[in-house]
């Protein structure tokens, strides 16, 4: 009777080799999924998988370590409108900053930096209109070409951001309610991200919002209206962006 131990044999092979597979499937899956992350420290983890891979987003890149985009945070006041005092995660305090006055931050857009003219009409405008704290967000070194590493590096630099105004609450109580993002291009999705780390922020004003890898993809992706209790875009140039448009 030899046959009877083969076809026994056979059959524990049949039975438990689909679990063998779908065990290996998982590992095969963990795998993968972990290999489509990247962590950053207190800066948290960013994974290129979905919904941040899609069709409007073909190529999908890891953002730059914070320390290679040198992110700066620059802070004037009525009371010093030609000085900028550079902040970090770093500062209890600064000598300009007034924790009980509104803080109003601008994000520059994709192959920008925080000299650019609008940023600098803006603060002008902004202290003349308002008794507050501007704070001006330089990213330009992860604002170059390519487009789609830019892309990448504004989650980054939206956690950053989003750090920073955490330390602010818990260092100086700055209430969430009493910040307004004013994002240009990219840096309107910036934004973006920075509200959905920092709760019950109270507005974001996205300037012409970038459309490419960004328009008609999943909400986390791009700037929607639960990022901040109030959430308004102005549109100068909604033509394409083949003619030009923004």
């Known amino acids: ?17 689909p679990h063998v597979r ?13 290999l489509l992350k990247r962590c950053y420290g207190n800066f948290g983890c ?13 190529i999908n890149l890891f953002p730059a370590h914070p320390g290679v985009l040198n992110v700066h945070l620059f802070e004037t006041s009525r009371n010093n409108p ?13 000598s300009d900053f007034d924790p009980t006055k509104p803080v109003k931050i601008l994000v520059h857009d994709y192959l920008e930096d925080a000299n650019h003219p609008w940023i600098l009409q803006m603060i002008q405008e902004l202290l003349t209109n308002s008794d507050c704290n501007v704070v001006t967000v330089d ?21 950053i951001i989003a750090k920073f105004l955490t330390d602010l609450q818990e260092k100086q109580s700055v209430p969430p309610s009493n910040i307004h993002i004013i994002g240009h291009g ?13 709760p019950g922020l109270g507005r974001i004003t996205g300037l012409d919002p970038a459309g490419p890898y960004f ?14 209790e109030f959430v308004d875009v102005i549109h100068t140039n909604d033509e394409h962006i083949i003619v030009n448009g923004l």
């Open 215 to 228: 328009q008609k993809t999943d909400p986390q992706v791009h700037l929607d209206p639960s990022d901040a």
């Open 139 to 159: 990213w330009s070194r992860g604002a170059t070409l390519p487009y789609t590493q830019s892309v990448a590096n504004a989650r980054m630099v939206g956690a």
């Open 82 to 94: 030609k000085h900028f005092q550079r902040l970090n995660n770093d500062n209890e305090s600064t």
């Open 46 to 58: 960013f994974s290129i998988g979905k919904p941040f891979l899609s069709i409007y987003r073909p």
């Open 186 to 198: 990219v840096g309107a999705h910036i934004a973006g991200y920075v509200g959905e780390n920092v």
């Open 1 to 17: 009777m030899w046959f009877k131990p083969l076809f026994l044999s056979l059959v524990f092979i049949m039975l438990t080799t």
């Open 22 to 34: 779908t065990q290996d499937a998982e590992k095969e899956g963990e795998s993968e999924e972990e």
